[in-house]
């Protein structure tokens, strides 16, 4: 099973400060995916990326893809309380392993008033 | 478009019930999952169906079972429940023409007791 790390496990922020979450393992994944998941309700996808070195952008928020397909990182700009949550990495194996998913631990995003 | 739906939503058993957690999707998904979630770890893949009429085995399947229905409903059953098995439970589907974007349910707590 390949693993994902991501740190920190939680983190407490004032409204406008940045805040970055980092997702490792020592595996390559052929994409990785973020999700963001709410109190009481399932995970919601934010983005996927493909390509090492790949950079998306999602309004406030910036996704990177590590050049070797091991790592990423969310970095939110400028956080807004409605950015409170529990951030998920998810990789998925190479392409014969089909759709299967291996998620980190996540990270607990409060963004304070 | 209901989405991913599960049943019931909460749920309290005795150590060495049995019980079978409902899942339907109406995306015409072909593969779908079972995962729990427990405080600080993340979502654990317990079954998955890569499509009708396949289930394999995920990271945690010890103490549970699993019946694709037919395309549309993924069931999960615990035989004898156990308080290790207190967790909240999801059900998710995905498709590979979406990029295998995971779609959750809104999870089942469960409690043993």
């Known amino acids: 099973t390949q693993l994902l790390e991501q740190s920190p496990q939680f983190l407490s922020i004032q409204e406008g400060e940045n805040l970055t979450v980092y997702c490792n393992s020592s595996?390559?994944?052929?994409?990785l995916q973020w999700y963001r998941q709410e109190p009481g309700e399932g995970p919601v996808l934010l983005v996927t990326?493909?390509?090492?070195?790949e950079v998306k952008k999602l309004k406030r928020l910036t996704f990177q893809f590590g050049d070797a397909r091991k790592d990423s990182s969310l970095h939110i700009t400028a956080a807004q309380t409605g950015d409170t949550g529990l951030y998920l990495c998810a990789g998925r194996e190479n392409k014969a392993a089909g759709n299967k998913l291996t998620f980190g631990g996540g990270t607990r995003v409060l963004v304070k008033p | 478009n209901a989405g991913v739906t599960q049943t019931p939503k909460f749920q309290v058993l005795k150590t060495g019930q049995s019980m079978t957690l409902q899942c339907a999707q109406d995306m015409n998904h072909n593969s779908m999952y079972w995962y729990r979630q427990d405080p600080g770890m993340g979502l654990r893949l317990i079954y998955y169906s890569a499509s009708e009429g396949t289930t394999d085995k995920g990271e945690v399947p010890n103490g549970y079972n699993v019946s694709r229905l037919n395309k549309r409903e993924f069931s999960l059953r615990l035989e004898s429940a156990a308080p290790s098995q207190t967790s909240v439970y999801f059900c998710?589907?995905?498709?590979?023409?979406?990029?295998?974007?995971?779609?959750f349910g809104p999870g089942t707590r469960l409690t043993v007791t």
């Open positions: 998710a589907s995905s498709e590979w023409s979406s990029g295998y974007e995971q779609y």
């Open positions: 595996s390559v994944f052929s994409s």
């Open positions: 990326v493909v390509t090492g070195g």
